[in-house]
């Protein structure tokens, strides 16, 4: 059942990259972005402080399903960025036991993945930038009013409390160790999307699991560790060495996403010391499953325009505004565009 409204819900989950209050309006953000194929070390010359380089991938954005890639082949494809994006390095794809009927299944659950990268300078050294005043909770929670956020005690983390989500633990140390900030949220649908969920749930009377109007989710929130940050260079390909990282990572969500993870990297800007430039990364795992049953709501005339890549990637008459409801790249592009103002600004 997790289907027609599930890009919509997983949408909230990009909070990953902090944002401020205020949206970017379409106007404001074209000025401010450069859409660019990808980015290359080669496209910082020019680059001046207030311009974001911007690309997920998407080639074809008629496709709702462009700029969407497996699991398996991101890691072929991009495997730096797998590494340094997915919830630890050695993560793959979950096997879990699932029950049927009383009756208790394997099962492997495959993923897509979403990924927005930017780039942008500073105008003052690394040394100048505190990335700790970012890793607190008040920080993320005055970044966005849509979304709700309080702190977690780590014993409540569902992967450490529930038994039937221990697949979803670190195998290295558990998450919400000491000196990260432990986070739960969530994001209530907007527009006319909670009707959206509660007519699809009513065609699935009987269904066993319903679609919620709401998305929670938990995350952990930290600064990197200088040895962790230090080989982030093969990422972004920058050869000066890395200052610091900023890492929020979503490690358990109530239905659609696997994990989300926001990661900011701070370096000298080659050939200017004296200013800094910072990459930016954005990734979301979505469950394949969601993706694939499609074609069983196509034929419902209703439900049509609520197929969750269209509404994931902004491709429905559903989304509106210019945040979380407006679909994933337009709010990946705003929570860039507002971290990057809130970087300037300190």
């Given amino acids: 059942m997790q289907t027609q409204l599930a890009a919509t819900l997983l949408l909230g989950l990009s909070l990953a990259a902090p944002a401020v209050a205020e949206a970017q309006t379409p106007a404001a953000l074209s000025e401010r972005i450069k859409d660019v194929p990808a980015i290359t070390p080669a496209g910082l010359a020019g680059l001046k402080p207030g311009t974001i380089l911007f690309t997920d991938h998407r080639d074809n954005p008629s496709n709702p399903e462009s700029g969407l890639v497996p699991y398996l082949d991101w890691g072929k494809s991009r495997p730096a960025e797998r590494a340094a994006l997915a919830p630890y390095p050695a993560y793959a794809e979950p ?10 299944k394997p099962r492997h659950e495959t993923l897509k993945v979403y990924v927005a990268q930017g780039r942008f ?6 040394e100048a930038i505190d990335l700790s005043a ?14 709700k956020h309080k702190a977690l005690d780590p014993a409540d983390v569902t992967p450490t409390k529930d038994p039937a989500a221990a697949f979803a633990k670190r195998p290295d140390r558990p998450w919400c160790a ?5 986070i739960e949220s969530r994001y209530d649908l907007e527009g006319k999307l909670p009707l959206g969920v509660k007519l699809a749930n009513k065609l699935e009377e009987g269904a066993a699991k319903k679609v919620a109007e ?20 093969a990422l972004t390909g920058i050869e000066t060495p890395v200052a610091g990282g900023l890492e929020q990572t979503i490690f358990w969500v109530n239905q659609i996403l696997r994990f989300g993870k926001f990661l900011a990297v701070v370096q000298p ?8 430039v910072v990459t930016t990364y954005m990734a979301l795992a979505i469950k394949a499953d969601v993706l ?10 209703v439900l049509k325009n609520l197929l969750p890549a269209q509404v994931l990637m902004g491709n429905s008459s ?8 407006a679909g994933l790249p337009v709010y990946a592009r705003n929570r860039l565009a507002a971290f990057a103002d809130a970087m300037a600004k300190r």
């Fill in 95 to 104: 096997d879990y036991t699932v029950t049927v009927n009383g009756v208790a």
């Fill in 121 to 126: 300078v500073l105008p003052k050294a690394p």
């Fill in 134 to 147: 970012y890793a607190t909770l008040p920080f993320v929670a005055t970044m966005d009013p849509v979304i």
């Fill in 178 to 182: 000491p000196g990260t900030v432990c």
């Fill in 214 to 233: 709401f998305v929670s989710f938990q995350s952990e929130l930290r600064t990197l560790p200088a040895a962790e940050a230090a080989g982030l260079s």
């Fill in 269 to 276: 800007l080659p050939g200017d010391p004296a200013k800094s």
């Fill in 292 to 301: 694939d049953r499609k074609q069983e709501y196509a034929r419902v005339p």
């Fill in 318 to 325: 559903f989304n509106t505004g210019t945040s979380i409801s």
